[in-house]
Each structure stands twice: as C-alpha cells, then as structure tokens.
C-alpha cells in the first residue's frame, strides 16, 4: 500500500509555457502533499507543503506565483510551473502524507522538466 | 529539526554488510531518526525509523547510540539493487495532524560492488 504517482514522468516544454505537473496517491488519502525540486547531483530541496483544501506554504525563496500548487482533493494535488525559463528545468518529485504513522511520507517517482 | 553529518561516499562489496553512520549530536529527545535513500532518478525510498531503541525491518537494521547522538543503518547483505543515496534525517515524528517536513542534507552514496 500507500502508492505516489505523477504524471507526467518526463515533459519537454518550450520557453514561456506552463507545465501541469499532477501528482495522486493511489491507496489512500493524503491530508498532506509535499512538493521537491531536484538539480543534477544535489539534494532535494522542498518548494511547498500542501493541505488539502487549504493554500500552499511555501519555502523560502520558492515564488508561489510561478509554481502554483492546487490540492483539491485527499488523493491529487497538481504543481503547475507558469512562464517556465530554461532554468526551471529540474527534477521534480512529490510526496504524500497520510494521517496516524511516524513515516509518513510516500515519494512519487518524480517528474523530469526539460525547457527549451 | 536537527541537523545530520553522513560521509559522502561509501563503497560496499555486494553480499557483505553496509554500515552507514550518521550524526545528529543536536538531536532533541522528541526526535526521531529517519532513513531514506533515493536510487537514481526515482523518488525516495522509507527505509526504516527510530527514537532510540535499535530497529529492524526487512530492509534494514537501525543501531542508534545511547546519547542519541549518532546512528547506523545496517544493509546486512548488500546488494548492486541497493546502489543509492542514503539520507539519514532527524524530526519530530507527527502521529495526528498534519505531517512536518523532511529536511535533506546531502546523504552518502553508497556503490555496491560485485
């Protein structure tokens, strides 16, 4: 149990444009969601955490309008990366929280952003 | 949440014992000890997690000090499948609620050999 996709795994998209990025737990239901960006041979890095029905918090540094984090319902949020500029491309990696264990967070496999 | 000092590499000939250390010396008694890894380009990984008794799952085995200050997580027979980065994290463990973040350092990469 406690299964984290994403989707898409890989996108290529060109300068200007926004990427829609969802991520769903498959098992059960997340009250909390956790977005990291991941550069080459560096650590993760948290963007934002996420409640269901409630806005995002998000890190330092991290701008909200650009990456716009939506988690509508307790198995989907979506992180969409608005006007992205080659420098956003990274590796992007959620994760899922549900309620009444120590451990907690289940990882999705990540989604590979490529701008051009 | 407390900040962690893992080596940044390690190598291990596969079927013997991994020993990952890691130092938490600022840990506090409400802190928990988790550990991760991340296999290349893939999300990471729950390995294993404790307070201060030695844990063991079907992955891995735990040892944390008496003080608390440091801990190993044990591979008993490693594998080229555990070929990863190993993030040992320290925070307070949520059981109600929301969940607190996971803060990661750089971790140890762990080269499993033949």
């Known amino acids: 149990g406690a299964v984290v996709s994403q989707h898409p795994s890989r996108v290529i998209c060109k300068s200007g444009t926004s990427v829609k990025i969802e991520c769903r737990s498959l098992d059960f239901q997340a009250t909390t969601m956790f977005w990291y960006r991941q550069f080459p041979k560096q650590s993760l890095m948290l963007m934002a955490t996420s409640n269901e029905g409630s806005k995002a918090t998000y890190e330092q540094g991290v701008e909200k309008d650009k990456f716009l984090i939506n988690h509508a319902s307790l198995t989907l949020s979506t992180l969409t990366v608005t006007s992205a500029h080659p420098e956003d491309s990274s590796f992007y990696i959620c994760s899922a929280s549900r309620r009444g264990t120590a451990y907690e967070q289940y990882f999705g496999p990540g989604t590979r952003l490529t701008v051009t | 949440d407390a900040k962690t000092t893992q080596p940044p590499s390690m190598d291990c000939a596969e079927g013997r014992a991994a020993n990952l250390p890691c130092n938490h010396s600022?840990?506090?008694?409400?802190?928990?000890v988790y550990w991760y890894r991340q296999i290349h380009s893939q999300g990471p990984q729950y390995i294993i997690h404790?307070?201060?008794n030695n844990e063991t799952n079907e992955m891995a085995s735990l040892i944390i000090t008496e003080d608390r200050k440091s801990s190993t997580l044990i591979l008993p027979h490693a594998t080229l499948r555990d070929t990863a980065v190993y993030y040992c994290?320290?925070?307070?463990?949520?059981?109600?609620?929301?969940?607190?973040?996971?803060?990661f350092g750089t971790g140890t990469r762990l080269q499993v050999t033949l």
């Open positions: 404790g307070l201060k």
């Open positions: 994290i320290v925070r307070v463990a949520t059981y109600t609620g929301t969940a607190s973040k996971l803060t």
């Open positions: 600022t840990i506090s008694g409400n802190e928990y």
